[in-house]
């Protein structure tokens, strides 16, 4: 909790080691907890590096050579987002997920099949499949040909959450009233 020290030494474990990506999510980490956003998604990708990653996310390699690296992205672009590791993380990510699908209608999301009920009532205004079950494209080569680009749900901070401003205070999943 001593936040000075700590940023001391992240600063100088990073400069020591730059593409170390247990580092760069660690370090990240911190710039979060600081409320330092933009650097904070600039270092968070370094998960995506990670054996840790891989082995919960079993498709990284068949999307490796799509990912998203932070190029300008138009409202045209086919992007498929695939979720992260837990529900909880999942959960979390789903919090830009509105704003994903207004800024780039051309989306479809992979997520965890118990959320995809919610998530549909939740997003899916226009009633069109949006949602599919983890590893429906990204398990198949063929299918990712339709795509542009692949983002893992947690690098979408780096588009929609900057400041603290860019996190809306709402409730954004909806139960079923059933």
Wanted: hydrophobic share 35%.
């Amino acid at each position: 909790n001593d936040e000075e020290e700590a940023e001391k030494y992240y600063a100088k474990s990073y400069s020591m080691s730059p593409d170390d990506e247990i580092i760069q999510k660690a370090y990240s980490f911190h710039l979060l907890k600081q409320q330092k956003y933009r650097e904070a998604w600039l270092l968070f990708d370094g998960r995506l590096k990670n054996k840790e990653f891989s082995y919960k996310n079993s498709n990284v390699d068949n999307v490796k050579n799509m990912l998203w690296k932070g190029r300008n992205l138009s409202k045209n672009d086919k992007i498929l987002v695939i979720k992260e590791q837990g529900v909880g993380d999942e959960i979390l990510y789903g919090s830009m997920y509105a704003d994903l699908l207004k800024k780039y209608p051309q989306t479809l999301i992979e997520a965890d099949k118990r959320l995809i009920s919610i998530f549909d009532r939740s997003f899916n205004l226009n009633k069109k499949n949006i949602f599919f079950p983890y590893g429906y494209f990204s398990n198949n080569k063929k299918k990712l040909q339709d795509f542009d680009v692949v983002i893992y749900a947690g690098s979408l901070g780096k588009i929609f959450r900057n400041s603290l401003n860019d996190f809306p205070n709402l409730n954004y999943l909806h139960a079923d009233p059933k």
